[in-house]
C-alpha cells in the first residue's frame, strides 16, 4: 500500500521569507501523481501544485515550487515570499496513474506566517 | 473550473437519529466520488469510494450500515449517519474528479451529535 508522510507537523516563517514543506511517500508504482493541497481554517481543500512522475522537470505556480526526487521518493513544496493568506494546514498527497484512484494523504503540516 | 457543492456545511442533530450529507457537482459528471472524515488538526480519512450506478467500496473499519452511500445519479452522492452517536461528530469532506480539474473538494460538513 502507498503511504504518505509528512515529518513537520508544525512549521513557521516570516512574511516575505521562503518556507519549505517535507513529504516523502512509498510506492511500488513507476507512474503517478503527487500533489500538494492546501487546507485554511474555512477547511476548504484548495489544490497548490502538481506532479507527474514521468515528468522530470518540477512543477511551479507562482511562488509555489516543489523538489520532486522520484529516486529518494522526496516531493517537497518550496513557498517563496510568504504571505500572512499562506497560513494554513498543507497536505501532501498521492495517487496511482489509474482511472478514478483514491488520493492518500500525508499528516499535514500547520503552516505559520509570522508579520 | 469545477465546483462541487455539500450540503449542509453545519448540522447538529440528536443522538439515535440520522442525518444525511449531500454531495453534488454543479457543472460536471461524476462517476466516482469520495467520502472523507477528518478530525481536527489531523488529516483526510479515505472512508468509502462512491461509484454511480453500484455499490460503494468502503474502506477497513468503515461500518457501511453505519455510514449508507448512495451514488443515484452522476451529479449527486449523499451520506447518511444513521443511528448517530456523540462518536460520529467530526468533519465530513466529499472529493468529486473532474477530467480536466481533477479532484474537486466540497466544503466540508461539520456535524455535531448531541
Known amino acids: 500500500a502507498q503511504t504518505v508522510t509528512q515529518s513537520q507537523p508544525e512549521m513557521s516563517v516570516q512574511e516575505a521569507e521562503t518556507v519549505t514543506l517535507s513529504c516523502t511517500y512509498d510506492t511500488s508504482e513507476s507512474d503517478y501523481y503527487l500533489f500538494w493541497y492546501k487546507q485554511p481554517p474555512s477547511r476548504q481543500m484548495i489544490l497548490v501544485i502538481r506532479q507527474e512522475a514521468y515528468k522530470q522537470q518540477n512543477a511551479t505556480e507562482n511562488r509555489f515550487s516543489v523538489n520532486f526526487q522520484k529516486a529518494a521518493k522526496s516531493f517537497s513544496l518550496k513557498i517563496s515570499d510568504s504571505q500572512l493568506g499562506d497560513a494554513a494546514m498543507y497536505f501532501c498527497a498521492y495517487r496511482r496513474d489509474t482511472s478514478g484512484s483514491r488520493l492518500t494523504f500525508g499528516e499535514g503540516t500547520q503552516l505559520t506566517v509570522n508579520p | 473550473g469545477a465546483v462541487v457543492s455539500q450540503h449542509p456545511s453545519r448540522v447538529i442533530c440528536k443522538s439515535g437519529t440520522s442525518v444525511k450529507i449531500e454531495c453534488r457537482s454543479l457543472?460536471?459528471?461524476?462517476?466516482?466520488m469520495f467520502w472523507y472524515r477528518q478530525f481536527p488538526k489531523q488529516s483526510l480519512m479515505l472512508m468509502a469510494t462512491s461509484n454511480e450506478g453500484s455499490k460503494a467500496t468502503y474502506e477497513q473499519g468503515v461500518e457501511k450500515d453505519k455510514f449508507l452511500i448512495n451514488h443515484a445519479s452522476l451529479t449527486l452522492s449523499t451520506l447518511t449517519v444513521t443511528s448517530a452517536h456523540p462518536e460520529d461528530s467530526s468533519f465530513y469532506i466529499c472529493?468529486?474528479?473532474?477530467?480536466?480539474?481533477?479532484?474537486?473538494f466540497g466544503s466540508g460538513t461539520r456535524l455535531t451529535v448531541v
Open positions: 472529493s468529486a474528479i473532474h477530467l480536466a480539474y481533477g479532484y474537486t
Open positions: 457543472d460536471f459528471q461524476a462517476t466516482t
